[in-house]
C-alpha cells in the first residue's frame, strides 16, 4: 500500500492536507487534515485515514464471519427415504408421468420475463448534490479581471506561470478548461498584495478536488440524492454545493469523511 500526500489550501491561518492510500493504481482511502501547520496537518489526515482503514477492516472482518450462532440453531439433516417401489404396483414410467401430470412445468409457473426480472439487481442510484451549472461561455470579464489583478500585484508573465504551476498544475491560464477554476484563481489574486511572491503566495482550494473527493463518499456512503441534500441542508443551510464557497466545500467534504467512520 502506498501512501501519497497532497497540499490542498495553505493560507495565512491554516493548511488543509489531503492524504490517500492506494493499492497499486486502485484508491483506497482518503482523508482531510486542517491546521496551522503544513506537518500538524498532515498529521492529522494521517490519523484520520488510518482510523478509516482500521474501521473498514473491522467491517470487512465482521462480514467474512460466519454466524456460529445461526449455525448452530441450523436443524440436522435428516436423511432421504428410499421410494417403497415395491409397494406400488406401477413402474418407474408410471410413476414419472403421473408425477408429470401433477406437477406444472417451472417454464409454465415462472415465465422467463418472470424469471429475469426476479434475477436483475436492483442498482443504487446515488444523485449528488448539483455542483454548478453550465458554465458561462463568454469568460472576457474574468480575462480581463485578471489581467488588471496581475498588474497590480506587479507580476509579469513567468511569475504568473510559476504561480499557475503551483496551483492548478498548469503553465498558462488558457489551459485552465473549468470556469471554477478561473474563478479561484481570480479571487486568490484579489487577496494579494503588491509585490506578493509567486513562490510564497497561498495556493486556492482546488475545488474541482473537492467536489470529486465529496462524490466518492457521497458513493460509499450509498446515500440517495435526498439524503445528501437533507445533510447539507441540515450541516450548511443550503440544498446545492453551487452555493458553498470553498472554505463550506471544504468543511462539507469533512462532514461526510465523519459520517464514513461512525457508519462504515
Known amino acids: 500500500m502506498n501512501i501519497?500526500?497532497?497540499?490542498?489550501?495553505?493560507?495565512?491561518?491554516?493548511?488543509?492536507?489531503?492524504?490517500e492510500a492506494w493499492d497499486a493504481t486502485r484508491l483506497i482511502a482518503s482523508s482531510l487534515g486542517e491546521a496551522s501547520s503544513a506537518e500538524e496537518a498532515e498529521d492529522r489526515a494521517v490519523q484520520r485515514l488510518t482510523q478509516r482503514l482500521e474501521t473498514k477492516k473491522q467491517a470487512?472482518?465482521?462480514?467474512?464471519?460466519?454466524d456460529q450462532a445461526a449455525i448452530r440453531g441450523l436443524p440436522a439433516s435428516s436423511p432421504v427415504q428410499p421410494r417403497d417401489v415395491a409397494a406400488n404396483p406401477l413402474n418407474s414410467s408410471q410413476v414419472d408421468e403421473s408425477d408429470n401430470r401433477s406437477k406444472p412445468s417451472s417454464a409454465a409457473a415462472n415465465p422467463p420475463s418472470a424469471i429475469v426480472e426476479n434475477e436483475?439487481?436492483?442498482?443504487l442510484a446515488v444523485d449528488p448534490p448539483s455542483e454548478s451549472p453550465t458554465d458561462p461561455d463568454d469568460w472576457s470579464e474574468e480575462l480581463t479581471a485578471i489581467d488588471f489583478e496581475l498588474k497590480r500585484i506587479g507580476w509579469v508573465r513567468e511569475q504568473e506561470r510559476q504561480y499557475l504551476e503551483r496551483a492548478f498544475g498548469h503553465a498558462s491560464?488558457?489551459?485552465?478548461?473549468?470556469?471554477?477554476?478561473?474563478?479561484?484563481?481570480?479571487?486568490?489574486l484579489r487577496q494579494f498584495p503588491?509585490?506578493?511572491s509567486p513562490e510564497?503566495?497561498?495556493?486556492?482550494?482546488?475545488?474541482?478536488d473537492l467536489i470529486t473527493q465529496g462524490d466518492q463518499m457521497l458513493s460509499n456512503l450509498g446515500w440517495s440524492g435526498e439524503q445528501a441534500r437533507a445533510f447539507l441542508q441540515n450541516h450548511l443551510n443550503s440544498t446545492t454545493r453551487q452555493q458553498l464557497s470553498d472554505e463550506q466545500l471544504l468543511q462539507?467534504?469533512?462532514l461526510?469523511?465523519?459520517?464514513?467512520?461512525t457508519n462504515p
Request: glycine fraction near 2%.
Open 4 to 19: 501519497r500526500v497532497e497540499l490542498c489550501h495553505v493560507d495565512t491561518l491554516r493548511c488543509v492536507v489531503r492524504v
Open 120 to 123: 436483475r439487481p436492483s442498482p
Open 200 to 208: 510564497q503566495a497561498a495556493v486556492p482550494i482546488r475545488r474541482s
Open 252 to 254: 462539507f467534504n469533512m
Open 173 to 188: 491560464r488558457h489551459r485552465l478548461t473549468r470556469y471554477a477554476d478561473l474563478v479561484a484563481f481570480l479571487r486568490q
Open 60 to 66: 470487512q472482518n465482521d462480514h467474512d464471519q460466519p
Open 256 to 261: 461526510l469523511e465523519e459520517q464514513t467512520l
Open 194 to 196: 503588491p509585490g506578493e
